[in-house]
């Protein structure tokens, strides 16, 4: 009989910090060890199933904070190569009280909250009877990401990435979500662009998001394009069309990429 050892996940590791005695040994006072000598039973969180996402058809039972979910394991191990090693199937023909089959016993997620699985769990596992309202904010998509990558969740990385990138994000914030993520750098081709056609002059703060690599590129960009354009008053006789194709064309020869990577790129993005 096959029985799963698996009790928890933690997402994030957070380490306690102890406090140093004068003579450098790290100790509890008196009266913090004599709390922790009292016996004294916690109160145990009550439990409540998602109204969305215990699904019926589910054969994992997964709690965050506490709430419990219900979901297709299969699902899971198709996008998640973590949880494929840790959470085996459950084993055929046999009920037995394994880690993470049922209410009393669920699988923990720690480090993470309820509403942060609910919206990775919407690229997951889309609910045709209840049209999710999709994620259109830069910091919801921004929390999707971050578990999915904990989670090794390729595809929903994706997704997520695609979904920033029609969002309105300011230049040097979207490289430095990008470079942090690493996500499809031909997708920033158009944020490098805005940056070399930018008039104002790129800040401390600015170069530090960016980082060297980036703001070293960005500022030979933008030292060619002036060159191209001339002063700031024959970049005004420059039309929008033809400024943004003297910046992408520029970019895409400082970056090493493909001009047509531009139109791919937004394509790609739709």
């Not at 709690?63 to 199937?89: A, D």
């Not at 979500?177 to 996500?183: A, P, R, T, V």
């Not at 031909?186 to 060297?212: F, K």
Request: glycine share 4%; proline share 7%.
């Amino acid at each position: 009989m096959t029985v799963l050892g698996v009790s928890e996940i933690i997402i994030v590791n957070k380490s306690p910090v102890a406090t140093p005695t004068k003579g450098g040994v790290h100790s509890q006072s008196p009266r913090a060890k004599a709390k922790s000598a009292v016996n004294t039973p916690s109160a145990v969180p009550k439990l409540k199933r998602h109204k969305h996402y215990y699904m019926p058809d589910g054969n994992i039972v997964i709690q965050v904070e506490n709430t419990l979910f219900r979901l297709s394991l299969s699902v899971l191990h198709e996008n998640s190569q973590i949880l494929k090693n840790t959470v085996p199937l459950p084993p055929e023909g046999k009920v037995v009280p394994v880690m993470g089959f049922n209410d009393k016993r669920p699988l923990v997620l720690r480090e993470i909250s309820e509403v942060d699985f609910v919206r990775l769990l919407t690229v997951l596992f889309p609910l045709p009877s209840k049209p999710t309202k999709k994620i259109n904010t830069v910091d919801a998509l921004l929390s999707v990401l971050r578990l999915a990558t904990s989670l090794q969740m390729e595809r929903v990385r994706r997704t997520a990435m695609l979904q920033l990138h029609e969002l309105p994000i300011d230049p040097v914030r979207k490289i430095a979500i990008w470079d942090e993520f690493h996500l499809d750098s031909n997708l920033l081709l158009p944020a490098y662009a805005a940056l070399c056609q930018r008039s104002e002059p790129l800040t401390l703060p600015m170069t530090m998001s960016l980082g060297i690599r980036n703001f070293t590129k960005i500022a030979a960009s933008r030292d060619l394009y002036r060159q191209r354009v001339g002063c700031c008053g024959c970049r005004e006789s420059l039309s929008q069309e033809e400024s943004q194709k003297i910046a992408n064309e520029i970019v895409s020869v400082v970056f090493e990429k493909q001009p047509a990577t531009f139109r791919a790129a937004e394509k790609s993005a739709l």
